[in-house]
C-alpha cells in the first residue's frame, strides 16, 4: 500500500475526527504511511453569513471534495450531516466507523440554575432547524445567532450572558468535553437531530479501489444503515439544508425507529413524526411522506 493523504477542514473538530479515523486504520495496518491535510472551506471561512446564503450544505465539504476529485488527496473524512445527499460524479462513501452520540445537547454556563423547561432562555444557535424545534417545544425562548468552531460559540456564551448555547453532543464528546460541561441532552422525540448528525463519512475516488477496500475494514454495519436510512430521507427532500429538517434512525434489539422534522417554509412552525418497524430505510420514506401530507 501507498502512502496515502487524507483531506478534512481544518477545524479542531475536524482535525480531531481525521486523527481517530486515522488511528482505526493503523490499528488494522500500522505499517501504513498517512499524512493529514487540513483544507480551509467556505463555511469556515465566512463566519458571519447565514449557510443558506453561501452555498448550504457543502460549503463544509466542497473545497476538500475537490482535492480529492484532482487526486491532491487520496481521502476525506467529513462529518456526515454537513454532506449534500448527491455526491460529486465518481466519489463515493467508503466507510461510516460507529456512530458517536447523535442527540444534541444545551450547554449551560457552569454556574446556571437555569434549564430549558424553566422557559424564557436565550439560547445562541445558528441552526435554522434548532431555531423551529426550539420555538416549537419550549416556551418562550429567544435564539441569538452564533456560529464558528465549538470553542467560539462556548466563549460567547459567556461573552454574550447568553443562558446556553445548542450544540451536537458528538462534537463535544470527540473533543472531551463531555466531562466538563453542564449539559442537557436534548429527547430526539421532541428535538430531531441533522440527518446524520455523530456520523463520520469517509471518502473516496470511486476507481481507487485499494482505498475503497481499505476504508471498508472500519465501516460499521450499523451506522452504514443508519446513514444510508437518514441520507434516503435528506435525498427525498432535495438533499440541501435550506429548509429546516432533521432525521435520526436507531436500533433497538431487533425494532427500528426513526424520528424526523420538516418545516416546510418560514412560515411553518415545523412537526414531528416518528416511525417503527424493522427496515430502516422504509422508514425513512414512510417519514417523508407523512410530512411532505
Known amino acids: 500500500m501507498r502512502n496515502l493523504k487524507v483531506g478534512t477542514r481544518k477545524s479542531p473538530l475536524a482535525m480531531k475526527q481525521t486523527e481517530l479515523v486515522v488511528d482505526m486504520l ?35 465539504a466542497k473545497e476538500v471534495e475537490r482535492e480529492l476529485i484532482d487526486s491532491e488527496i487520496d481521502f476525506a473524512v467529513h462529518s456526515l450531516k454537513d ?37 424564557g432562555l436565550r439560547l445562541g444557535t445558528g441552526s435554522s432547524r434548532r431555531i423551529k424545534q426550539l420555538g416549537l417545544h419550549f416556551s418562550d425562548v429567544e435564539t441569538v445567532p452564533i456560529r464558528g468552531k465549538i470553542e467560539t460559540r462556548l466563549e460567547k456564551m459567556l461573552d454574550e450572558h447568553l443562558d446556553g448555547v445548542v450544540l451536537a453532543c458528538a462534537g463535544l464528546e470527540r473533543m472531551g468535553y463531555l466531562d466538563h460541561l453542564l449539559y442537557e441532552p436534548l429527547c430526539p422525540d421532541n428535538f430531531v437531530p441533522a440527518v446524520g448528525q455523530g456520523i463520520l463519512g469517509v471518502e473516496c475516488r470511486m476507481d481507487d479501489e485499494e482505498v475503497f477496500q481499505l476504508l471498508k475494514e472500519i465501516s460499521d454495519p450499523e451506522t452504514e444503515q443508519m446513514a444510508i436510512a437518514e441520507r434516503k430521507f435528506l435525498e427525498l427532500m432535495n438533499g440541501n439544508c435550506d429548509i429546516p429538517l432533521g432525521a435520526l434512525a436507531q436500533r433497538f434489539d431487533e425494532e427500528w425507529v426513526f424520528n424526523a422534522f420538516l418545516a416546510k417554509d418560514d412560515n411553518d412552525a415545523g412537526r414531528s413524526v416518528r416511525f417503527t418497524g424493522v427496515n430502516p430505510l422504509s422508514l425513512a420514506v414512510q417519514a417523508y411522506e407523512e410530512l411532505m401530507k
Open 83 to 119: 454532506l449534500p445527499a448527491i455526491l460529486p460524479e465518481g466519489l463515493v462513501l467508503a466507510a461510516h466507523p460507529k456512530r458517536a452520540n447523535p442527540l444534541d445537547c444545551v450547554v449551560y454556563p457552569e454556574y446556571s440554575e437555569k434549564r430549558i423547561s424553566d422557559g
Open 26 to 60: 493503523k490499528a488494522k495496518h500500522p505499517e501504513l504511511g498517512i499524512e493529514i491535510v487540513g483544507i480551509s472551506t467556505l463555511g469556515d471561512r465566512d463566519q458571519k453569513s447565514k449557510l443558506s446564503e453561501i452555498g448550504g450544505k457543502g460549503i463544509f
